[in-house]
């Protein structure tokens, strides 16, 4: 089976190029600390704003720091970001999903009202709203993007359970009196496994886009920790004059969304069952 | 955390320069001519045209034009006439008397009198109206007017700073009667005595005024002012290289930038009235012990905190007062940057480095935190040259950005912190009493850091009694002088104020009030004039 | 269909509350004032002026309390006055909406005159040339920082090559024009946020459309249009798209909180006057009643959307349309 | 005269880029008027055949690799797109299982039929279109303006089979495939339907094939049989020839297990096991593996066709009989 959607990834070049960029942009993450050139909160005064060259690759920015190496550990900031709000909305859609859709009647219209809520909320309202008024920081940033972006995945898991409830081997198992807790971990989240992967993948690409947005209206992640956003919206004002400060930034950004976008679309091509008949 | 005052662009000041730039624009010898627009921009929109309730730039810079005060500042920081033709002080200090000038006009035609004077002060005092300005006048023991061009103010005790709080511009009471102060339709249509009236006000958009013909110093050769809001910096920077706005506040990066960027404007630099501080949490025995906090002056390195973060467009600061002001005390030294007397001072305190670069001391780090608040890049800089300058040391800073207000209440007002960066705003007198008096630290009050010394509270008291400028000084420059000694802060810099305007506009002088004293007599020759009034 | 429309009406009630106590929540757990922001750090304010504009302002008073307060005034429309100019939120509302909707409008036309054709030409071709090109534009625009995008464009079209304005939604003179002058100038104004929130937003309808499109043409009736001869375009373009567009239809209804909730990165870089900004700027503020204001008015068009989305599509599908007979 | 003449035609389906070989080598006439019946187990590639006919074999569904099909005299293979328009619902009509899925659901079934008619009489007016429409509904027996303006949904399972089969009559074709018309519908309707089918035979002169995994059916309303197995053909002929005297062993199991058409006294011959895979390339005959009376020479080579005037069949059992 898991062979069937690696080959169909495979063949898919987009996704498979989606593939391409995510990997790259882990093992960056992951080695950062060995391949950056330089410390990526390492002040150097006089050497402020210098352009691409051997020294440094992409440059330096307004206190002399490597672009190239705050590239890097942004690389893991940013995905970090992606991944644990991810995790998060992942966790609570989830578990919301299966409750509702497994039990059904008053819980879950109880908690279909709160998904409505949620969804009735302007995302980026919310998540303006609540860092604006806590404390920016990454991790603020983090749980606050993965409190917000949840409710889509709980209606698709939902969904998917309402028709597999129904199916013979869950009837079994609970006839055997097989506890709940197990037909949920081995009935049911196996078989709602799909859709959460897709948005999953989605879903990385959207929260480092929304930290990018909350950066740039200096919410996002807060210096000199450096995520790319952040770095952008630096680059920003110096596009006048250090163009290197925001092109790179940016096209880390859009290449990474793109490959998550991609790899995403790719993988629901490749997860969904109607394309095996 | 703005001083917001009724004179033109009055935070602008002015000290030699060297670097070839211009002090003013040459003085033309034509004949002004009228005509033309001038454009400048902000980032936010402004909030009452009013200047009683106004707390924001954008709205101070607006009524600054539109309205006057009894008195302002001429361009050298002088007091100097508005409204009020002269004034006299009372022997024992406790009364001013101001002679209006005759003959003013508001602008929808009504005579200005004594009667808008009195109706100024009293919303001041209002208990109902929206203004933080009340406390200026709390000292104030009765306003009376004998006659519709005098005012006569006669305060409780005697109070120095009191001539300066009437440079709050005056409200017409014919149009403000009879409804809310707080929300009359006024406040987004204002009638003043000022330069420029207002034409319109377009939310988020613009505010245009125009000339006053009527103006009581004359009529303003400009013809237009218009007020853009671009609240994105780089973008408000792109309009100014397409040369669609006129005048623009650059940062010393976009100061910098590419001479062709500028090739139509005069660029103008001068300190602004201002200073940039990193204070301590004296309630904290970590910073209780004046060493640690000498040790800690002496590691830092404020000309690279300056070429760092300003470019070098700034100056290294000893005390509560910037250069340019009478109560500074220019005999007094800065601490020498040397690590090794920072670290000298710590090894006699008993710490000591170890393996890991930091100094400890019964297992301890020298560690702590250095907050400011989010949004104000040019401290969260400084912060992160502060911290690899600790960092050199073997001190280890953390820094924390955090929102305005939770900053505010859960950190300052509690004394909830070790080290903060911020700064201070002036006003043109020296008066700091509620910065520095060791009273002043409850919460909501500005002696955050807890400083103490009595012997300045004793001179804090007599400075605000005494009118004699020469008295005056010899106590604030002690001030400076000991505030300085006793290190409650580390002051870092004054920073420094640097305008651009386009060249067609002839007469701008950088004076020590800044460029925009004189913007009324501002001109451009006839056939530079960029914009045409239609009619 | 009028017990349908109640119903879905007052269901609205509880969400809104629900909504309203939230956002009121939030603003009131942490703690700091609107008015710390005209009188905290500025030496001139005394502690007691800040407790007089406390109470002048009605932060006195417990939360709850503040929020019932709120909500009684709700009931009767009224959102209160603003914090910053002391001016009724509902008409600063009113003042950004115009501008907000014209933007909005015409960047939701754009995006639907694009997406729907690429929509459904990546589908009728699907994995050629086309597609692949298609499915990495539309991706590339939903992926890049809008306002790094706006600010490259704004160089390019403004500084470099002089053809358009940078920001702002009039000229100074616009006042002074006449009424093709305003328009043309207008629009010379609106091509390059309309264009980029087009083109960042093109993703979702464009796939949508393809998605949509592939499954019906998979169905049996476009192999019955082919075995009746029926020309290819008219199978495609009516048979197909047809049955493809109805979903679509309810998304003109979901974009309509797009209209509040869309603009606050977007209209700050642009300098436009929209409400995007005046909710981002309430926000920073803490301007109660202005947040609250834009909040309620969000949610409520967010629910009014999803009614529209739904009777529209009840209204299009005729499999739902004449469902009783 | 020979209407359709197909001959070596193979067809291969793609599923998860595996070629499935869902037609192999098939030749098969049928002659104008008559009408003939595709018999077979779901999957043996009667509907590939059907849609082979009519050029509905998707690009991404599939392609025929090889063979020719003649209709009315014309190569179809080398057909243009414009030409394909003209055979298509002009010269060829096709109605399909599900008569719920075969129509567009969001246009009136009026609208179809005239869209239908339009397509080859381009020059009619609208009065026109809708007059032919309206004759072509009263043809299938169902009467005009109440069907007219209804949406399929709004019909019942028997008129919507009839509402599509108005559609594919409505340019009068030669030809019509009914593909499984009736497989889902109710057992009343179904012979509603099929009388229709002997009606407009009779009526409009056509030639039917009929696709259908029914015997019964195909031996009441066809004059001949073809039997399908895994994409091929294996037995062909007079409804009479194949009903009484099945000679392929699959052919037999089938007829066998309708307890009607079994002689009495015979044995009910289950077959075990499944239709083969495919995908996958079989040697030998590919119902040897189920075959009951399977030899050594089965399961090496494929078997011969033995021909004979309106008969063949496919198995080494009969190769001798000719020689």
């Known amino acids: ?277 | 955390m703005k001083r917001i005052l009724p004179a033109v662009f009055a935070l602008l000041f002015f000290t030699s320069c060297g670097d070839g730039i211009k002090k003013t624009a040459a003085p033309d010898s034509a004949e002004p001519s009228y005509g033309d627009y001038f454009v400048t921009s902000s980032i936010g929109d402004a909030s009452y045209l009013n200047p009683i309730l106004a707390t924001d730039n954008a709205s101070g810079s607006i009524n600054g034009l539109i309205f006057n005060g009894l008195v302002k500042y001429d361009k050298n920081l002088k007091i100097t006439a508005d409204l009020a033709d002269s004034w006299e002080i009372s022997d024992n200090g406790l009364a001013v008397t101001f002679h209006l000038r005759k003959n003013v006009l508001w602008h929808d035609g009504a005579p200005f009198t004594s009667d808008d004077v009195k109706f100024t002060y009293e919303r001041l005092i209002d208990p109902e109206v929206k203004t933080p300005f009340g406390s200026d006048y709390a000292l104030i023991k009765k306003l009376e007017t004998p006659d519709k061009h005098t005012v006569k103010v006669t305060y409780k005790e005697t109070f120095a700073p009191a001539l300066e709080s009437w440079m709050m511009g005056i409200v017409p009471r014919h149009i403000f009667q009879g409804s809310d102060f707080n929300s009359s339709p006024a406040n987004r249509r204002p009638v003043g005595t000022g330069p420029f009236v207002f034409k319109e006000w377009k939310t988020d958009e613009k505010i245009v005024l125009e000339s006053n013909k009527n103006y009581f110093e004359g009529r303003p050769y400009i013809d237009r002012y218009i007020f853009r809001i671009i609240p994105d910096q780089s973008v408000e920077f792109l309009e100014l290289r397409n040369r669609s706005i006129d005048e623009m506040s650059l940062t010393p990066d976009q100061w910098n930038a590419y001479k062709e960027f500028f090739s139509a404007y005069n660029k103008f630099r001068y300190p602004a009235f201002q200073y940039v501080y990193m204070g301590f949490n004296l309630y904290n025995p970590f910073f209780s012990d004046i060493r640690v906090r000498r040790a800690l002056a002496h590691a830092l390195n404020k000309n690279e905190i300056i070429n760092g973060v300003l470019l070098g467009m700034g100056k290294p600061a000893t005390g509560p007062f910037p250069p340019q002001s009478w109560a500074y005390n220019s005999e007094v030294k800065d601490f020498e940057y040397s690590p090794e007397k920072a670290r000298e001072i710590l090894f006699s305190l008993g710490w000591r480095t170890e393996k890991d670069g930091y100094l400890h001391k019964d297992g301890k780090v020298f560690e702590f935190t250095i907050m400011t608040n989010q949004g104000n890049k040019i401290r969260s800089l400084s912060a992160e040259i502060i911290q690899s300058q600790l960092k050199a040391v073997g001190i280890k800073a953390n820094i924390r950005i955090i929102e305005w207000s939770s900053f505010i209440h859960q950190f300052i007002d509690k004394h909830n912190f070790d080290a903060v960066i911020l700064g201070w705003n002036l006003s043109r007198d020296p008066d700091q009493f509620a910065i520095w008096n060791s009273a002043q630290t409850k919460e909501g009050q500005y002696n955050f850091v807890g400083y103490s010394n009595p012997e300045v509270d004793r001179l804090l008291e007599n400075g605000r009694r005494v009118f004699d400028l020469k008295k005056r000084e010899r106590i604030y420059r002690e001030i400076h002088a000991k505030i300085f000694n006793d290190i409650p802060y580390i002051f870092l810099y004054y920073p420094e104020a640097l305008p651009v305007v386009h060249k067609r506009f002839k007469n701008v002088e950088a004076a020590p009030a800044g460029i925009g004293w004189n913007f009324h007599k501002w001109w451009v020759p006839a056939n530079e004039q960029k914009y045409m009034l239609t009619r | 269909m009028a017990n349908y429309l109640i119903k879905r009406l007052l269901y609205t009630i509880p969400m809104l509350i629900g909504i309203t106590l939230i956002t009121f929540a939030i603003m009131h757990i942490v703690p700091g004032k609107p008015t710390d922001f005209m009188s905290d750090m500025n030496a001139r304010v005394s502690a007691d002026s800040k407790i007089k504009l406390a109470r002048l302002y009605g932060l006195d008073k417990p939360w709850y309390e503040q929020y019932w307060n709120w909500l009684k005034r709700f009931g009767k429309l009224d959102f209160g006055n603003s914090f910053k100019d002391g001016r009724p939120s509902i008409k600063k509302i009113a003042e950004r909406l115009p501008a907000s909707l014209l933007l909005n409008i015409l960047s939701l036309t754009f995006i639907f005159c694009a997406a729907v054709p690429i929509g459904i030409y990546s589908a009728v071709r699907r994995n050629s040339l086309f597609d692949k090109a298609m499915t990495v534009f539309v991706f590339a625009g939903f992926s890049v920082p809008a306002f790094w995008l706006a600010l490259l464009l704004m160089i390019l079209f403004g500084l470099k090559l002089g053809l358009l304005p940078i920001s702002g939604l009039h000229s100074l003179d616009y006042s002074d024009m006449g009424f093709f002058s305003r328009v043309l100038d207008t629009s010379k104004h609106l091509i390059l946020p309309v264009v980029i929130s087009a083109f960042t937003g093109l993703a979702g309808l464009s796939r949508y459309a393809r998605s949509s499109m592939l499954d019906v043409l998979k169905q049996d009736y476009i192999k019955t249009a082919y075995s009746l001869g029926l020309p290819e375009n008219k199978i495609i373009f009516y048979y197909a798209a047809k049955n493809a567009l109805l979903p679509i239809i309810t998304i003109l209804g979901l974009s309509l909180p797009a209209l509040i909730g869309g603009g606050f990165i977007f209209e700050t870089i642009f300098a436009y006057p929209g409400m995007g900004r005046l909710g981002y700027e309430a926000v920073m503020a803490r301007d109660y009643p202005v947040v609250m204001a834009v909040g309620s008015i969000a949610a409520l068009l967010t629910l009014l959307g999803n009614l529209i989305a739904d009777l529209t599509y009840a209204w299009a599908d005729p499999r739902i349309r004449y469902r009783n007979r | 005269m020979n209407l359709l003449e197909i001959s070596n035609l193979s067809v291969e389906y793609y599923k998860n880029k595996k070629a499935v070989r869902a037609l192999k080598n098939l030749s098969l006439k049928i002659e104008s008027g008559e009408s003939l019946a595709v018999v077979g187990e779901s999957g043996c590639g009667k509907s590939t055949l059907a849609s082979s006919v009519m050029g509905l074999i998707m690009p991404h569904e599939g392609k025929i690799t090889s063979g020719r099909i003649i209709f009315d005299g014309m190569d179809i293979f080398s057909f243009s797109r414009e030409e394909w328009r003209a055979l298509r619902g002009k010269k060829a009509g096709i109605v399909f299982q599900d008569p719920f899925s075969s129509l567009n659901p969001v246009i009136p079934v009026g609208a179809q039929i005239e869209d239908a008619v339009r397509a080859h009489n381009p020059e009619l007016s609208g009065k026109a279109l809708r007059e032919k429409a309206m004759e072509s509904l009263a043809e299938v027996l169902l009467e005009g303006e109440r069907i007219y303006n209804s949406f399929p949904h709004q019909l019942s399972g028997g008129q919507r089979q009839r509402a599509a089969i108005a559609a594919a009559i409505a340019n009068a074709p030669r030809l019509l495939i009914a593909d499984e018309p009736t497989t889902s519908l109710d057992v009343t309707i179904q012979k509603e339907v099929l009388d229709l089918f002997d009606k407009l035979k009779a009526e409009l002169g056509l030639t039917l094939m009929l696709v259908t995994h029914n015997i019964p059916v195909a031996a009441q309303r066809c004059g001949k049989i073809a039997v399908m197995y895994a994409g091929e053909l294996i037995e062909y002929g007079l409804k009479e020839d194949i009903i009484k005297n099945p000679k392929h062993p699959y052919t037999l199991a089938l007829i066998a297990s309708v307890p009607r058409l079994r002689d009495k006294g015979a044995k009910h011959i289950s077959l075990a096991g499944q239709p083969p895979d495919l995908s996958v390339n079989i040697t030998g005959c590919s119902f040897a593996p189920r075959c009951p009376r399977v030899m050594d020479i089965c399961k090496k080579t494929a078997p011969p066709v033995t021909e004979g005037g309106n008969y063949s069949v496919r198995c080494f059992l009969y190769g001798d009989d000719k020689n």
């Open chain 1, 1 to 277: 089976m898991l062979k069937i959607y690696w080959q169909r990834i495979r063949h898919n070049k987009l996704a498979a190029a989606g593939l391409v960029i995510i990997t790259v942009l882990t093992l960056a993450a992951l080695l950062s600390s060995f391949v950056a050139p330089y410390d990526p909160v390492g002040q150097n005064i006089s050497a402020r704003l210098q352009g691409p060259g051997a020294a440094h690759y992409l440059g330096t920015d307004d206190l002399g720091r490597d672009v190239f190496s705050r590239m890097l550990y942004g690389s893991r900031i940013s995905l970090s970001i992606g991944i644990i709000a991810v995790g998060i909305a992942v966790l609570i859609g989830t578990a919301i999903g299966i409750i509702s859709g497994y039990f059904g009647g008053k819980i879950d219209s109880l908690l279909m009202r709160l998904v409505d809520i949620v969804l009735c909320f302007p995302t980026f309202f919310l998540i303006l709203l609540v860092i604006a008024f806590l404390e920016p920081s990454i991790y603020n940033v983090m749980i606050v993007i993965g409190l917000t972006s949840w409710p889509g995945l709980a209606r698709l898991v939902r969904a998917q359970v309402l028709t597999i409830r129904t199916r013979e081997f869950v009837q079994a198992a609970e006839l055997i009196g097989t506890s709940r807790l197990k037909i949920f971990f081995i009935h049911l989240l196996p078989n709602t496994i799909s859709p959460i992967i897709v948005s999953a993948t989605l879903g990385v690409g959207d929260a480092i886009l929304t930290e990018s947005g909350l950066s740039f209206l200096g919410l996002g992640v807060q210096p000199p920790m450096p995520s790319w956003g952040q770095m952008l919206t630096l680059g920003k004002d110096y596009i006048h004059m250090a163009w290197w400060l925001s092109l790179f930034p940016g096209l880390a950004i859009l290449a990474t969304v793109l490959g998550f976008n991609l790899l995403g679309e790719g993988l629901r091509d490749a997860l969904d069952p109607r394309i095996n008949d």
